[in-house]
């Protein structure tokens, strides 16, 4: 049976909610985000949580929609849910997709489209207080440059890292965001979001804890299986 938590938070740290939470649910990767919950305050208040997801690989620019975005709102509304009064931050990385030499018309009509599947998916989730950003709009805040003037590339494992890093801190900064969403492979992986989080604590310190979704599921381990959506209606 499914606990709802929402009544007991006088009465139970953040912390044991938020480990509640993750030992419930089959979508989220359970000992990494466990290990890293277990680094919060027990007085740690999560009012605003941010997930962040690209619009590119190397070499082009995403067609659609992966299904398995889905997981990201789902897990962010359970928490939600339990928590009360949350609000999520999506970031949607257009100004990363720069990064790989990309032409920035496509990259902005591409963003457009990303964005409006996503809010139409998140309308028909009936997801309240979710709030859809691109790059493009955050980066003309003065207080987001001086971020991203402030730390050298020096510090971190590639570019897209050093950008990612400072989209949570600026989160953290102007949103009191404390909590994020990302996802990890089974076992150890290079290029999943705890190389990007760890480049982030390095630079900034402990200011937001992470919580891993399970990432696409795979027939075998060298061709993961990525269903895109066109159109959903998931009323």
């Known amino acids: 049976m499914e606990i709802d938590y929402s009544n007991c938070l006088t009465e139970k740290a953040t912390r044991e909610l938020l480990k509640s939470i993750i ?3 089959s979508l989220i990767e359970k000992k990494s985000s466990i290990a890293s919950i277990e680094m919060m305050p027990d007085d740690t208040e999560v009012k605003n949580i941010f997930l962040g997801t690209g619009i590119s690989k190397l070499d082009e620019l995403t067609q659609a929609v992966p299904f398995d975005f889905l997981v990201f709102p789902l897990v962010a509304a359970k928490i939600q849910k339990n928590i009360g009064d949350c609000h999520i ?16 018309k496509d990259i902005k009509k591409v963003a457009a489209n990303y964005r409006k599947t996503v809010e139409d998916i998140i309308g028909n989730m009936d997801i309240e207080n979710y709030h859809v950003y691109l790059a493009s709009e955050i980066s003309t805040d003065s207080n987001y440059q001086l971020l991203l003037d402030k730390i050298l590339s020096s510090n ?10 400072t989209d949570v801190e ?7 965001v404390s909590l994020k969403l990302g ?9 999943d979001e705890t190389s ?26 060298k061709n993961p299986i990525r269903f895109h959506i066109q159109s959903i209606n998931l009323k």
Do not use: P
């Open 196 to 221: 990007f989080d760890n480049d982030y604590k390095n630079c900034f310190g402990r200011n937001v804890y992470s919580i891993y979704t399970v990432c696409g599921k795979r027939f075998d381990d």
């Open 183 to 191: 996802w990890k492979f089974n076992g150890e992986g290079k290029y």
């Open 89 to 104: 931050h999506h970031l949607i990385a257009d100004n990363h997709a720069s990064i790989n030499n990309l032409c920035k």
């Open 23 to 25: 030992m419930q649910q």
């Open 156 to 165: 971190f494992s590639n570019e897209y890292s050093r950008f990612e890093a």
């Open 170 to 176: 600026y989160f953290h900064r102007t949103r009191k």
